[in-house]
């Protein structure tokens, strides 16, 4: 087949932050699909057909995006951050995996982006410089319960941890049991980064010890870096260092 797939990320925000991977690739494409939002910050151009949809329809973009592809086109599926975290390159491996055996014969390329736990903690200095998770803190495709077994164990084996989609006007309760249930388990006054639109004109950090957290620190734009009982805080004029020795 001459139709190819590219799954693409366009990193935190800022258009200096996506690669020269991507762009290449985004030049070349007869087709870019993804969310609202991320498609609209791709250019407009002659040639190039943009097909944006809503945010809870993940499978049905990726299979329009292999049909595409099964054309002919050259399609770019876009996420924000990288493709392969909380995005859509496992919502396309599983529209193939269930699809048409054809679309097994595709070209499927995944190009990485800077996700947004990553370019918070470069913002903050390095909380995630030892081992640490990331969790999704939406219950759209999980249960809540297996949310809160994760968190748990994530305190437990005590990682620095980056979460996700932390408060929707939808379901703003969900952070608020978040928070509830780290207070409760971690027992300390380890450091929380509300980091929001980083790399953009809106970018906010601030740095709160968890007892002072409250759930209207966060939205869905943005990330929330929890430190490990070991991260450390060096104050300073202005916004203070946070960092996780790695001989932690």
């Known amino acids: 087949m001459t139709g190819r797939v ?8 800022a258009e ?3 690669t020269p991977e991507v762009r290449a690739a985004l030049d070349q494409a007869t087709d870019v699909i993804g969310y609202i939002p991320y498609v609209a910050r791709v250019a407009d151009r002659p040639g190039l057909v943009k097909h944006a949809s809503d945010n809870r329809v993940e499978l049905d973009r990726a299979r329009h995006a292999l049909a595409l592809a099964g054309q002919g086109r050259r399609v770019v599926v876009v ?7 909380f995005a859509m390159a496992s919502a396309l491996f599983e529209a193939v995996e269930a699809g048409p055996p054809a679309w097994r014969d595709l070209r499927i390329e995944v190009l990485p982006g800077i996700t947004a736990m990553l370019a918070a903690a470069a913002r903050a200095g390095a909380p995630l410089g030892h081992d640490f998770c990331a969790i999704n803190l939406s219950d759209n495709l999980k249960p809540w319960a297996l949310i809160e077994k994760r968190l748990r164990l994530a305190v437990e084996a005590d990682f620095a941890m980056a979460l996700y989609n932390p408060r929707s006007k939808a379901r703003p309760e969900g952070f608020v049991r978040a928070l509830d249930l780290l207070r409760e388990t971690c027992k300390d006054a380890r450091p929380v980064i509300f980091a929001r639109a980083v790399s953009t004109p809106e970018e906010a950090l601030r740095v709160v010890p968890l007892p002072e957290c409250r759930p209207e620190m966060a939205d869905m734009r943005t990330v929330v870096l929890v430190g490990s009982s070991r991260t450390r805080v060096i104050a300073r004029e202005g916004a203070p260092y946070v960092f996780t020795p790695r001989s932690a």
């Open 6 to 13: 590219v799954v693409a990320g366009l990193g935190p925000g």
């Open 16 to 18: 200096a932050l996506v």
């Open 79 to 85: 996420s924000s951050g990288d493709p392969g975290v």
